[in-house]
């Protein structure tokens, strides 16, 4: 049967790859820590069109609500790694690769339907798109970049069609793409290699011949039982499917057992570094942590040491959630250590308000404060999990990228973007940067607008772009200075008189904290005011910095920045301190000058 989990080819490549464990020529090795990366984002579709004279579907390529294919492919990233490399990324994240439903426009690759093969039109010969993705993959290593597949375990691409009673209100639209969640599952009309509903109902296993371009594969995955079959999603809303796209039952543990053994296949035929797991908050199941136990072990029986796995947990209680479903609790009876970090979307809801002056920096500060008492007692693979968290300030599913274009002032708003970069690459975690933003993209308003063509773009992969040379810029300073990369982390208050210290509370005011690792401090200090430049004083670690010491600004956002004062101490002072406490000094302190939306990397 074509496509099997255990075919021929399946299990050549996966002895193979065991069999060259710690071998030239074997497995990529995984890095050291992923913390020495930072991350850029691409959406294959959309990133890189390499034909020569290619134009996007819909001009013009800035906000634009377009949802079709636009002709990014492998090759199109093959051919702009040197420019990723050259920013300062050290991995990449590509959108999903693996096969969608040929009669689906599902462009961004989420619709998968074959879970052992690459997308044949992100290929240039799409006979040999397993190949091309495989040299994709070789070529950034060879560029000095590790690579991570984004890969969906809750659901497929439109496998089927709702048997719709007519009248009752439950399908959306005639051909039964969409229905309404019922509360049992029903019979459905598997699609066939056009994408027609079939004319009956007879379950998956029952159907024959099997066309490669219809039906889910491998062969394992074609029952019925598999999939939740009851509509659109319903209450709780991590019951059902995501509108076209097929819910599996992903409590099953015939099923679990499939989908871990396909994509341990995908390691080992692809040798990639890293899983993005899609939409994690939904799997039954106990599926979270078995999968990451599972991938995180096979990896390390072909000799990655270090492969790294982190998921999306994207709701109104992301913080708690993230917690249930990454590591595992101290007080659990299992050995089972689940996927290694998850997406910050907390980080990106708290930062993202603060820098665009509509939140104090309190609501940093207080996001890792309540982070600390929900993980006090999660234990992930990699010790606190807060540090290997994905942080980023936009992606493409937050409806509106990072820059703000004023119509009638265009780069009002501009040192927002670097201000936001600046501080998100000094804070902990893993940074995740967003294909176009260092080309300036500022779509906004749905998922299309901010998933544009960069190739396309004005600028297209232009090196000399501003935000380019300033993300660079920070990138350099991250890899020179291993205290933003490991160091311990302090919210620092700050002072305008030179006597009363605490932590911006208003809109508008200044984030500032310091990252230290052993006898070094890094202290950033980012001013979120649009208009108003401003000189203050701000706590530093009195053991590390005595007075007179000097500090010199390591990166700015500005083409000018104020050197800071010598360390002064400070007596006779009243500190508001992060927990809440009051504190009386002494204590050493630096005085800053920043101009607005001016970013400070800080350091001796």
Not at 121 to 148: N, T
């Amino acid at each position: 049967m074509p496509n099997s989990l255990f075919a021929a080819d399946f299990q050549v490549v996966y002895d193979q790859a065991k069999a060259q464990a710690g071998r030239p020529g074997g497995p990529f090795a995984s890095p050291a820590d992923w913390r020495d990366q930072w991350i850029y984002f691409l959406m294959v579709d959309r990133f890189n069109n390499p034909k020569p004279g290619a134009k996007p579907n819909v001009p013009p390529y800035d906000n634009a609500s377009f949802s079709g294919f636009q002709g990014g492919t492998f090759s199109g990233v093959r051919q702009q790694l040197k420019y990723i490399k050259g920013l300062g990324a050290g991995a990449i994240w590509l959108s999903p690769v693996l096969k969608n439903f040929p009669f689906r426009g599902t462009y961004h690759g989420y619709g998968i339907h074959d879970f052992l093969r690459a997308e044949p039109r992100y290929a240039d010969d799409p006979k040999h798109a397993d190949d091309e993705l495989r040299a994709l993959v070789d070529a950034a290593h060879a560029a000095g970049l590790y690579v991570v597949f984004d890969i969906v375990l809750n659901h497929t691409g439109d496998a089927f069609a709702y048997d719709c009673d007519p009248g009752d209100g439950d399908c959306v639209n005639s051909g039964g793409a969409e229905a309404r969640y019922r509360d049992h599952a029903v019979d459905v009309h598997w699609r066939d290699p056009a994408g027609n509903p079939r004319g009956d109902t007879q379950p998956i296993e029952s159907i024959s011949p099997k066309s490669v371009d219809a039906l889910v594969w491998p062969a394992q995955l074609q029952q019925n039982a598999f999939f939740r079959r009851q509509g659109g999603v319903g209450a709780p809303d991590t019951f059902g499917d995501f509108a076209s796209l097929k819910q599996m039952r992903t409590d099953d543990p015939v099923l679990q057992g499939f989908l871990i053994r396909a994509y341990q296949y995908v390691i080992a035929r692809y040798d990639i570094d890293g899983f993005r797991i899609d939409t994690l908050r939904y799997l039954k199941g106990g599926l979270a942590r078995l999968f990451g136990n599972a991938i995180r072990e096979f990896a390390l029986s072909i000799g990655k040491k270090n492969f790294f796995t982190y998921g999306e947990v994207f709701d109104q209680n992301a913080e708690v959630d993230i917690a249930r479903f990454i590591g595992r609790g101290t007080q659990d009876g299992d050995d089972l250590v689940g996927v290694d970090a998850a997406l910050d979307y907390p980080l990106f809801d708290a930062l993202k308000g603060t820098i665009k002056g509509f939140s104090a920096p309190t609501a940093v500060s207080g996001m890792y404060h309540f982070r600390k008492q929900v993980e006090q007692d999660i234990l992930s693979s990699h010790g606190d999990a807060t540090r290997f968290f994905v942080t980023f300030l936009d992606n493409h599913d937050v409806k509106e990228r990072l820059r703000f274009e004023d119509p009638a002032s265009p780069h009002k708003f501009d040192d927002q973007v670097t201000l936001g970069l600046g501080s998100l690459l000094a804070l902990p975690g893993i940074p995740c940067v967003y294909y176009g933003t260092e080309q300036a993209l500022h779509g906004r308003g749905n998922d299309e607008a901010v998933r544009e063509c960069l190739w396309a773009s004005p600028s297209g992969f232009d090196e000399h772009s501003s935000f380019y040379q300033q993300i660079q810029a920070m990138a350099d300073v991250r890899g020179s200075q291993p205290a933003l990369r490991y160091g311990r982390f302090y919210f620092r208050p700050l002072s305008g008189d030179g006597v009363n210290f605490g932590l911006s509370s208003f809109p508008h005011g200044v984030l500032a904290f310091s990252r230290i690792l052993n006898d070094e401090e890094v202290l950033v200090v980012a001013n979120t005011s649009i208009d108003t430049g401003l000189s203050l004083d701000v706590i530093v670690d009195g053991s590390l910095n005595a007075p007179g010491a000097v500090f010199r600004v390591l990166y700015s956002n500005k083409a000018t920045p104020a050197a800071p004062a010598p360390v002064a101490q400070k007596t006779g002072v009243t500190v508001q301190e992060v927990d809440g406490s009051i504190g009386h000094g002494p204590l050493s302190t630096v005085r800053v000058t920043l101009a607005p939306m001016e970013v400070q990397y800080l350091g001796r």
